[in-house]
């Protein structure tokens, strides 16, 4: 297919930004939240920062599988708001909100019930499992409100009403940091809570979003302010033509969440030195990746739209800028993520051997980071935007499980390879994702129209 001048269409990059960096901001706000949580407990020590790191993979797991619901929903809200199908938008917002609340209550009873099972899953270390337990049957609270939030969220994402969800981040972010303190260290009569008062921050914060969400909404009378006969109005060949287009995203989402959890579990395994430095590198690395979230997310908007109103030519034009734009950006924020790395040792009260191994880390990470971007925004922005959910799924997942995920159980339980190694194991699956994605962008045959007949 021709490719379009990549700077051709100032208008593109002009809507593109309008919507990605109150989005960006978004993300940035949520990855301060966690960074600064985990500089918090870095105070108290490496075994903390690993019980809530292995904590977090439960929510981790839950994030992905409600993230997957909603976004294969935002799917439909995009080409509903391109057909300006209000009915529609409050009808996908009201069964999303039924599959994520369903998943919700499982999640909350799993980690009130076997905490320590399930954290025992990862570690060995029985101080790490005992401070995990805690920590996790504590953040069991904040599923439900999580439920809540992220539909309307994306909701108001995907029909471009980006600021209000900015918003009420910042201030969740602002109340989040004050608890964290007041919680982790104690104040006054407050006492000092350790990793379970670093949880109940999360579930007053979290709990106060989701509330503001809706409230504002409601308030201000945007689209997905829908009755509850409005929100509920879904039948059964509706569900079935959502999980057509969205199961596929949602197995994508837990499939390629099992994957990561196991290369937790390896990394865990292998030493909590190595689970708290990857925690660290995860937790750091996300203050850039929030722009190519943000770009794609944005991007999946304005083409999702574009199919909506049934103007292909410019979808696919989108979708090309969007393609070969956001690896050149990376290869900026790749030299950013390495200065970051070297403020390391002023930042975490951690032992020098997970010092060194998180730096190490960020050297292989950073040199994969343009390959990952184009692999992120090419599934989010361009093949769920167009419908294109099944090959989506396999595209982002295949490769993980063929190579990445042997490799790293090789290196790390067969070879007993040094822990950088084993890392580098991990993203190994990156530049064969990008020659499929390469293929099917080449191929045209992502782009979908998904609302069609509902």
């Known amino acids: 297919m021709d490719m379009p001048p990549l700077f051709s269409d100032r208008q593109f990059y002009r809507n593109l930004f309008t919507l990605a960096i109150p989005i960006m901001l978004q993300n940035l706000a ?23 790191a292995l904590g977090n993979q439960v929510f981790f797991l839950y994030d992905l599988i409600v ?13 509903f708001w391109g057909k300006r199908d209000i009915a529609g938008i409050r009808k996908n917002l009201g069964f999303c909100m039924t599959l994520n609340l369903s998943s919700a209550v499982v999640f909350f009873l799993l980690s009130v019930s076997i905490p320590r099972q399930i954290i025992s899953i990862y570690s060995r270390d029985q101080a790490v499992i005992a401070a995990g337990a805690d920590y996790l049957r504590t953040l069991s609270a904040t599923f439900i409100p999580f439920a809540v939030s992220i539909v309307f969220m994306l909701t108001l994402r995907s029909v471009e009403k980006v600021r209000v969800a900015l918003a009420v981040t910042a201030v969740y972010l602002i109340l989040n940091s004050i608890l964290n303190f007041l919680f982790i260290f104690g104040a006054g009569p407050i006492p000092a ?99 190519f979230l943000g770009l794609g997310n944005a991007a999946g908007v304005l083409i999702g739209k574009k199919i909506g109103e049934r103007d292909e030519k410019t979808a696919r034009d989108y979708a090309s800028k969007l393609v070969r734009f956001t690896p050149s ?28 191994t998180a730096s190490q880390m960020f050297i292989i990470y950073c040199c994969a980071y343009p390959i990952r971007a184009f692999n992120n925004n090419m599934a989010i922005g361009v093949c769920r935007a167009g419908g294109d959910t099944v090959f989506c799924a396999f595209y982002d997942v295949s490769m993980m499980w063929i190579v990445a995920v042997p490799l790293t159980f090789l290196a790390a339980f067969v070879f007993h390879a040094p822990v950088w190694v084993i890392f580098l194991c991990t993203v190994t699956d990156q530049p064969l994702k990008a020659l499929l994605g390469i293929w099917r962008f080449k191929s045209g045959k992502w782009l979908h129209h998904v609302t069609d007949k509902i």
């Open 67 to 79: 993230y997957g619901i909603c976004s294969g929903g935002a799917i439909f809200t995009a080409q």
């Open 329 to 356: 950006l990376a290869l900026i924020a790749s030299f950013v993520q390495f200065l970051i790395s070297l403020l390391l040792p002023r930042i975490f009260n951690v032992n020098q051997e997970t010092i060194r």
């Open 30 to 52: 949520n990855s301060l939240v966690n960074m600064l949580t985990t500089i918090m407990i870095g105070r108290l020590g490496t075994v903390e920062v690993a019980a809530v």
């Open 193 to 291: 809570m350790g990793v379970k008062g670093a949880a109940l921050a999360t579930v007053i914060s979290r709990t106060f979003q989701a509330v503001a969400l809706v409230a504002v909404t409601y308030l201000k009378k945007y689209v997905a302010a829908g009755t509850f006969k409005e929100l509920f109005s879904f039948n059964i060949p509706y569900a079935a033509k959502f999980f057509r287009f969205t199961l596929p995203v949602i197995i994508n989402e837990g499939i390629w969440a099992l994957g990561i959890t196991i290369q937790n579990i390896i990394m865990a395994r292998t030493s909590t030195d190595a689970i708290a430095a990857y925690n660290i590198l995860g937790t750091m690395s996300m203050l850039t990746w929030v722009i």
